[in-house]
């Protein structure tokens, strides 16, 4: 299954036999105190950097038009960001995943992004697109 944007991702989700949850762990990079020049040089064309997690939020794939609704939601809390992790969680044939379960993959998914376990995550841009990181 290869999801390249926002669009595929609650696609892919809505289409599931199981109901499902969508896990958001927004990021933004920062640059360590002690880059050098080339590194700052990088940082500031785009490239480097740690991954820092700023807000996560679950959502229903019924309950997202779109990713500027999402977008919108999240400038709510002011905080600046410039990826976001997506996740899918499903449920049973009889309930949808929530609560403890739901809180406990969000700490899950922080303390991966901070350690840059990210493979397993798929990142979008600003505009709600796939990003492949190195």
Sequence with gaps: MNIENFSDLLRVARAQPLPQRL???????VLANDANAQQRAGFEAGHGGSLVPIMSVEKS???????????????????????????????????????????????????????GEIAGYLALDRQGLSVALK
């Design 23 to 29: 896990l958001f762990v927004f990021v933004d990079a």
């Design 61 to 115: 794939p019924d309950g997202l038009s779109s990713f500027e609704a999402l977008v919108l939601q999240a400038a709510q809390f002011g905080y600046p960001w410039r990826l976001v992790f997506c996740a899918a969680m499903s449920g049973s044939s009889q309930s949808v995943p929530g609560g403890k379960e739901v809180d406990g993959a969000l700490k899950t998914m922080v303390e991966n992004i901070k350690r």
